[in-house]
């Protein structure tokens, strides 16, 4: 999704077999909540604090004469070397931290570009929401109910059937961003009540999104080779950290709506254009070598906007097929008000499906359950709503801003993506959609929350009928 700093996103989706089963926990603190969600420094996690001020050391590497990988130009011969030489203490691991994980043999790191769509990981059917803030709206006092059960919000979603929880992390964020640690702790939380965790990795301070690329403040000045080292290392050592406290991802997202690219100016892409892919490629294939390194078996996805453009998207995964990124899933952002009708996401998702062979995932996606006005459940204060007008719903004559409307919005998008051949269209993630709350400052410049209407709680972090949406589907 932008954010106002580039536009605040102007334009932007059963449990997972392979989720943990988790019994109900009795060890709580204060307010009945578990005793572990309220630690700030336990003992995983402590590995991982002051991450953000962290940078990666380069050390010579070992090559050889046999095939390189374009992930990274290193020999492929010599990578098991290599993931040992960074494990023990060497290239391009943090100062401090040096993650206990398996040796992972060289054909994992080769590239693997040919056979693609047969190799292609599936991720199963989802049903999930973004829940990257959820411990800010709770220190901003917001708490959720459904019914007459006040609970976390990722319980009462689990509840209502959702199988999965998507946490974003920021490489160096300022105070109260989206951090590893606070990552951690919402994949515990997740974990807890049989959420699989997808993780999104912005390589990035802040928010990344197709105006918004701002390399990291500590990866500064690098070139090509160091940075592409750089994310390699980083995307292991992020992915083996939720391995490393028992809660181990179902998917990893290289990248955040990178349609032009990400890393700016050195992995900077313009559409239509044949600039800046070769870089940007490799940067997308060095996230992956990494992801790959701490999990071989890791579903990836690569995520883009424009959901229902289906000549943005073909050109791109055109382009992704050209440089041999080994992607899995292709990972849309589709809001309706920025993005076009459902029957433009239709027919951009059944064209990915078939053109690439993959599975494809709305892993951002909202619409509003009320315009702001005389009718709005509050109208005091200045806060500027990115959906204001019916006018910017394109399927507004059947899907109202109303909460029934809402409603109606998931479960059209549902019958889109079961529509897809072949299973293919997967799921959904509802976007954070506990940002309830007008004067709730969501964003690091305050001005309140300008998404407070494309929440599914409402002002009073009551459940809106959308939460339907979660159920699973029927097996008769």
């Known amino acids: 999704m932008r954010t106002r700093t580039g536009n605040l996103q102007r334009g932007r989706t059963g449990r997972s077999a392979g989720a943990r089963p ?30 953000a001020a962290e940078r990666y050391i380069t050390m010579p590497t070992r090559t050889c004469s046999g095939p390189c990988s374009e992930a990274t130009g290193e020999c492929a011969n010599a990578a098991g070397t290599r993931v040992a030489q960074q494990l023990a203490g060497g290239s391009m691991i943090p100062r401090r931290t040096v993650l206990t994980l398996p040796i992972v043999g060289a054909a994992v790191l080769a590239c693997t570009g040919s056979n693609r ?59 109260g961003g989206s951090d590893l640690h606070t990552a951690l702790v919402l994949a515990r939380r997740a974990a807890d009540v049989g959420c699989a965790v997808l993780l999104s990795l912005h390589y990035s301070d ?29 995307t292991r050592d992020c992915v083996g950290a939720f391995a490393a406290q028992g809660t181990p991802l179902r998917a990893v997202q290289i990248g955040n709506e990178v349609t032009r690219g990400m890393l700016w100016p050195v992995g900077a892409v313009r559409h239509g254009s044949a600039e800046g892919w070769g870089p940007f490629t490799r940067l997308l294939r060095a ?50 008000f920025w993005h076009g009708s459902l029957e433009g996401l239709r027919h951009n998702v059944t064209e990915l499906s078939s053109r690439f062979g993959c599975d494809v995932l709305v892993v951002e996606t909202a619409y509003p359950w009320y315009l702001p006005g005389p009718a709005a459940p509050t109208t005091a204060g200045t806060v500027e709503f990115m959906v204001t007008d019916p006018d910017q719903l394109p399927d507004v004559a059947r899907l109202p801003a109303t909460p029934a409307g809402q409603a ?65 589907e029927r097996t008769n």
Do not use: K
């Open 22 to 51: 988790i019994g109900r926990r009795t060890d709580t603190g204060r307010g009945g909540w578990p005793r572990r969600w309220l630690a700030t420094r336990e003992v995983v996690t402590e590995r991982y604090a002051g991450w």
């Open 117 to 175: 769509t047969a190799s292609r990981r599936r991720l199963g059917g989802v049903r999930g929401a973004d829940l990257s803030f959820t411990l800010r709206m709770e220190s901003a006092g917001v708490s959720y109910s459904d019914g007459r059960r006040t609970a976390p919000v990722e319980q009462l979603l689990a509840d209502r059937g959702a199988d999965l929880v998507r946490l974003r992390v920021w490489v160096g964020p300022d105070a």
């Open 206 to 234: 802040t928010w990344a999104d197709p105006d918004n690329q701002t390399i990291p403040r500590s990866w500064a000045g690098q070139d090509l080779a160091t940075l592409a080292n750089t994310v390699q290392a980083y």
């Open 287 to 336: 996230g992956i070598a990494g992801a790959r390194e701490a999990a071989p078996d890791l579903p990836v996805l690569i995520h883009v906007d424009q959901g229902g453009n289906t000549d943005v998207c073909r050109h791109f995964f055109d382009r992704m097929e050209e440089h041999d990124v080994a992607f899995d899933v292709a990972a849309l952002s589709y809001y309706p």
């Open 408 to 472: 109606d919005y998931f479960d059209a998008l549902r019958d889109v993506l079961r529509s897809v051949p072949d299973d293919r269209g997967i799921g959904f993630v509802a976007w954070e959609p506990g940002w309830t709350g007008q004067f709730v400052d969501v964003l690091p410049e305050g001005g309140g929350n300008p998404y407070a209407n494309l929440s599914m709680f409402d002002e009073s972090g009551r459940g809106l009928p959308a939460l339907s949406a979660f159920r699973p």
